[in-house]
T-cell receptor, first 114, second 115 residues
Framework: NAGVTQTPKFQVLKTGQSMTLQCAQD?????MSWYRQDPGMGLRLIHY???????DQGEVPNGYNVSRSTTEDFPLRLLSAAPSQTSVYFC?????????????FGEGSRLTVL | AQSVAQPEDQVNVAEGNPLTVKCTYS??????LFWYVQYPNRGLQFLLK??????LVKGSYGFEAEFNKSQTSFHLKKPSALVSDSALYFC?????????????FGTGTQLKVEL
């Protein structure tokens, strides 16, 4: 059972480039989300989805785009990368949007924008 | 709005001694509270949660947490620390009244257990 899989694990971009961070889960979870982790700031929610075809903004959505065409996949797109987007990105999922259970996290994607 | 405060950036404790990692929270409704642990270069792993019921919650690896409604706290504890407990610990909260499964995380507390 793979759980939550993120790719790539590491990426270096130049300012202005675009890229997509991939996230896939094989647990049939309805809820999926993206967080970024920065030193001294903990984890901050970027975007989330309560099911296929439904997405919404979190705390820090600017500069990021998401879509949810299937239950399994929730890619995060950076349209024009900026140095402020240098961070570690985590995808997380859970069984249901109203669930009281825990989030399952991927291993993270470390992004550096030069 | 919901928020979490972890007042200590780092906690140092000797192996075998009890440990406490502090967390206070703020939500408008009933709180759902969580603790997660992060080892270097890994994702977060769930430790325990409080939804309702007993104020003392037991979780993985011998950890427990005490919910205190009057003090709006949810401190993580372990009676006897191990060197292998050294990691980054995050407290998280969501409003039980709705809003999906959006967790708000604290800034994290680095736990260092020394021999």
């Amino acid at each position: 059972n793979a759980g939550v899989t993120q790719t790539p694990k590491f990426q270096v971009l130049k300012t202005g480039q675009s890229m997509t961070l991939q996230c896939a889960q094989d647990m049939n979870h309805e809820y999926m989300s993206w967080y970024r982790q920065d030193p001294g700031m903990g984890l901050r929610l970027i975007h989330y989805s309560v099911g296929a075809g439904i997405t919404d903004q979190g705390e820090v959505p600017n500069g990021y785009n998401v879509s949810r065409s299937t239950t399994e996949d929730f890619p995060l797109r950076l349209l024009s990368a900026a140095p402020s987007q240098t961070s570690v990105y985590f995808c997380a999922s859970s069984y249901s949007r109203t669930n009281t259970g825990e989030l399952f996290f991927g291993e993270g994607s470390r992004l550096t924008v030069l | 709005a919901q928020s979490v405060a972890q007042p200590e950036d780092q906690v140092n404790v000797a192996e075998g001694n009890p440990l406490t990692v502090k967390c206070t929270y703020s939500v408008s409704g009933n709180p759902y509270l969580f603790w997660y642990v992060q080892y270097p270069n890994r994702g977060l792993q769930f430790l325990l949660k409080y939804i309702t019921g007993d104020n003392l919650v037991k979780g993985s690896y011998g950890f427990e947490a005490e919910f205190n409604k009057s003090q709006t706290s949810f401190h993580l504890k372990k009676p006897s620390a191990l060197v292998s407990d050294s990691a980054l610990y995050f407290c998280a909260v969501r409003d039980g009244g709705g809003g999906g499964n959006k967790l708000t995380f604290g800034t994290g507390t680095q736990l260092k257990v020394e021999l």
